[in-house]
T-cell receptor
Framework: DAGVTQSPTHLIKTRGQQVTLRCSPK?????VSWYQQALGQGPQFIFQYYEEEERQRGNFPDRFSGHQFPNYSSELNVNALLLGDSALYLC???????????FGPGTRLTVL | QKEVEQNSGPLSVPEGAIASLNCTYSDRGSQSFFWYRQYSGKSPELIMSIYSNGDKEDGRFTAQLNKASQYVSLLIRDSQPSDSATYLC?????????????FGKGTKLSVKP
């Protein structure tokens, strides 16, 4: 049973560029949440997708957007990258009705 | 602003000792609590969840919850060097179809051989 997968593992971009990160949830899970983790900090909630719609959103600007596909996989898009967007981006999957969220390996984004 | 507070550490314990990690939260209405372990350079791994007051044991790990004091703790018995990691406390914030997690900054644990 495959766990949560994310791609790419690492990414280097320059300021102003755009990036797309991808996530496939654990088998049987239908909800995907995205988190940003800066160095030395706990993960911060970006947004959550269920039934192909954004259901909740944290305190992140509109430069952060996402999508969920019919197979429950998800993308996180960040436009107009800033140096401060450098972080580990984590995808967590869960199943409606259960509270536990399971994280993928993450994508390390570096903005130069 | 809902908050989760943890001592950042580092917490250093000798091998075989009990490690005690603590967490407080601000939202009195919170019902679901989680402990994640994060090794350096890796993603968080769920190790315990707790929903009711009292203790919940799983192997060498015991989670303790006191909703009246808004306090969650994690005890690791017979600590091993492989337990050296950052431990993240998380509280479920309900909203939308399912809740999102609010994390503390984590406590770094070092188990010395």
């Amino acid at each position: 049973d495959a766990g949560v997968t994310q791609s790419p593992t690492h990414l280097i971009k320059t300021r102003g560029q755009q990036v797309t990160l991808r996530c496939s949830p654990k088998s049987g899970h239908d909800t995907v949440s995205w988190y940003q983790q800066a160095l030395g900090q706990g993960p911060q909630f970006i947004f959550q997708y269920y039934e192909e719609e954004e259901r909740q959103r944290g305190n992140f600007p509109d430069r952060f957007s996402g999508h969920q596909f019919p197979n429950y996989s998800s993308e996180l898009n960040v436009n107009a990258l800033l140096l401060g967007d450098s972080a580990l981006y984590l995808c967590a999957s869960s199943w409606t009705g259960y509270n536990e969220q399971f994280f993928g390996p993450g994508t390390r984004l570096t903005v130069l | 602003q809902k908050e989760v507070e943890q001592n950042s550490g580092p917490l250093s314990v000798p091998e075989g000792a009990i490690a005690s990690l603590n967490c407080t939260y601000s939202d009195r209405g919170s019902q679901s609590f989680f402990w994640y372990r994060q090794y350096s350079g890796k993603s968080p791994e769920l190790i315990m969840s707790i929903y009711s007051n009292g203790d919940k044991e799983d192997g060498r790990f015991t989670a303790q919850l006191n909703k009246a004091s808004q306090y969650v703790s994690l005890l690791i018995r017979d600590s091993q060097p492989s337990d050296s990691a950052t431990y993240l406390c998380a509280v479920l914030n309900y909203g939308g179809s399912q809740g999102n997690l609010i994390f503390g900054k984590g406590t770094k644990l070092s188990v010395k051989p």
